[in-house]
């Protein structure tokens, strides 16, 4: 399936482990030096009014990526600390990149 990367801000990332919606993407991650795609980039955990807590946003490896669907992608996030965890990136980590 070819998808660009305006077709996949549209859709909703669901967390499969606990049925959570974690928002739309707002980027993916590649390596430059082999071409390979690495993951998405979501929001990160909102707070009042809708505003982003400390401007964090979530990467979600590849691996834990689980189905691209028409609308929705499934991702399977884990809570404890004996499974992957997704990795919190702040506004600052992303700018150094």
Not at 49 to 56: A, M, N, R, V
Not at 64 to 84: A, S
Request: aromatic share 8%; with cysteine; proline share 4%.
């Amino acid at each position: 399936m070819d998808t660009s990367f305006l077709e996949l801000r549209c859709k909703e990332v669901v967390n499969v482990v606990d049925g959570r919606r974690l928002g739309s993407i707002c980027d993916v991650v590649f390596n430059l030096e082999s071409g390979c795609f690495l993951g998405i980039v979501v929001p990160g955990e909102k707070t009042s009014f809708w505003s982003f807590k400390g401007g964090t946003e979530l990467f979600i490896p590849l691996g834990q990526i689980v189905k691209l669907g028409e609308d929705t992608v499934l991702v399977e996030v884990f809570t404890n600390t004996q499974n992957p965890q997704p990795t919190l990136i702040t506004s600052a980590q992303k700018k150094k990149k």
